[in-house]
C-alpha cells in the first residue's frame, strides 16, 4: 500500500487523474476541441473526467467544484465567459489543485491562479479578418457592415470584436449592426434576418465563427440574394462545413482558429502534476483561408 503506482496522485502518467470541464456543444469548432482533447487522453492513457456545462458559467464552476472534491491530479477547463472564475480558482489554489486554461481565457488579475493559458490570439484573427475587408474593399467608398457576435462576455467574443475594430477605421466602413448570434448556426441566422429586415444596403458580414456565418448564408438566401457576392461574408474558425461554403464561394475568407489542442493539453498536464513548470502562454499555430486556398486544403481538412 502507498507504493508509487497506489494511485497516490501524479505520481506518474499512468495514475494521473485529468478533470476537464467543457464550455458545451455549440459549433462545429467545439465538437472538433472536445473530439482532439478526449483522443489525445485516452492515447496517452490517461484519465480524463469530462463535463460538458452547455454554455453556462455556473455548470462550469460546479464541475470544478466537483474535481476538488475528488482530488484530481490537474484541473483544466476553457472559460466561457472571461470574468467570474477568482473564487473557485482561488478554492482549487488551496486544495494544490494547478488548474490550466484551454482555447479562452480569464480575465483574473491573479495570474498565480492557473499554470497556463493554451490557446489563439484572438486579437489577431480579429485583426486578419480586419485587414482582408481593407484589401476587398480598397476600392469601395461607402461599405455597410454587420458582425455576428460570438457569445456575450466571451474572451473571442470580446477579442474579434478589437482586432477587426484596430484595422477596419477608414470612415467608409460603417458598422451598422451588431448582435451576439451566441456563436451557433441557429442564432446566426435569426440575427441576420433581422439584420436583412432592418438594413436596406449590407455589403459585408463578419461573424466570429464560421457557425453564424452559415446561417447568416441561409438568411441571405432566403432574402433572395447571394451570399459571397450580394453580401460579402467573413468569418473565424475554419471547420470543414465553413470551408466548403467558402470553396463554394458562399464565405469569401476565414480567419483559422485551431481547435486541435489535445496533444498540446497532455504535454501540459503531465508536466504540470510532476511540478515542472511550464510557458505561462502557449499561442495555438493557424493561418487563413481564400476560396482557392480553401479548395486546395478541404481534402486533407480533420475537421
Ligand atoms: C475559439 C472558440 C470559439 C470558436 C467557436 O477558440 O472558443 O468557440 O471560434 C466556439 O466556434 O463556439
Given at each position: 500500500t502507498g507504493g508509487p503506482d497506489a494511485g497516490s496522485g501524479g505520481g506518474g502518467t499512468d495514475d494521473l487523474i485529468v478533470g476537464f470541464s467543457q464550455v458545451g456543444a455549440e459549433s462545429g469548432w467545439r465538437t472538433a476541441n472536445t473530439i482532439s482533447i478526449q483522443g489525445s487522453f485516452k492515447a496517452a492513457d490517461i484519465e480524463l473526467k469530462f463535463s460538458d456545462a452547455q454554455g453556462k458559467q455556473e455548470n462550469q464552476i460546479k464541475a470544478i467544484r466537483s474535481y476538488i472534491q475528488q482530488g484530481v491530479d490537474v484541473i483544466a477547463f476553457s472559460p466561457v465567459v472571461e470574468s467570474g472564475w477568482d473564487t473557485v480558482l482561488g478554492e482549487?489554489?488551496?486544495?494544490?489543485?494547478?488548474?490550466?486554461?484551454?482555447?479562452?481565457?480569464?480575465?483574473?488579475?491573479?495570474?498565480t491562479l492557473y499554470e497556463s493559458f493554451l490557446g489563439s490570439d484572438f486579437i489577431l484573427e480579429g485583426e486578419k479578418a480586419g485587414d482582408w475587408v481593407n484589401t476587398e474593399f480598397a476600392d469601395a467608398t461607402d461599405v455597410k457592415v454587420v458582425e455576428l457576435q460570438g457569445t456575450t462576455g466571451a474572451a473571442p467574443a470580446n477579442d474579434r470584436a478589437e482586432g477587426f475594430r484596430n484595422k477596419v477605421t477608414d470612415p467608409k466602413f460603417d458598422i451598422v449592426a451588431t448582435q451576439t448570434g451566441d456563436f451557433t448556426r441557429a442564432g446566426g441566422k435569426q440575427v441576420m434576418e433581422a439584420f436583412l429586415?432592418?438594413?436596406?444596403?449590407?455589403?459585408?458580414?463578419?461573424?466570429?465563427?464560421?457557425?453564424?456565418?452559415?446561417?447568416?448564408?441561409?438568411?441571405?438566401?432566403?432574402?433572395?440574394?447571394?451570399?459571397?457576392?450580394?453580401?460579402?461574408?467573413?468569418?473565424?474558425?475554419?471547420?470543414?462545413d465553413g470551408m466548403t461554403a467558402l470553396a463554394a464561394g458562399k464565405i469569401n475568407f476565414i480567419v483559422e482558429c485551431s481547435p486541435l489542442l489535445g496533444d498540446q493539453l497532455v504535454d501540459i498536464a503531465k508536466k504540470v502534476a510532476a511540478g515542472e513548470t511550464v510557458e505561462k502562454r502557449i499561442v495555438t499555430e493557424e493561418t487563413t483561408f481564400d476560396q482557392e486556398q480553401a479548395k486546395a486544403a478541404l481534402p486533407d481538412r480533420k475537421y
Open positions: 482549487a489554489k488551496a486544495a494544490g489543485i494547478p488548474v490550466v486554461l484551454t482555447d479562452r481565457s480569464v480575465d483574473s488579475t491573479d495570474d429586415k432592418a438594413n436596406p444596403k449590407i455589403d459585408l458580414v463578419y461573424a466570429h465563427n464560421d457557425d453564424m456565418g452559415l446561417g447568416a448564408i441561409e438568411a441571405i438566401e432566403a432574402a433572395g440574394l447571394v451570399p459571397g457576392k450580394d453580401i460579402k461574408i467573413v468569418t473565424v474558425d475554419a471547420v470543414k
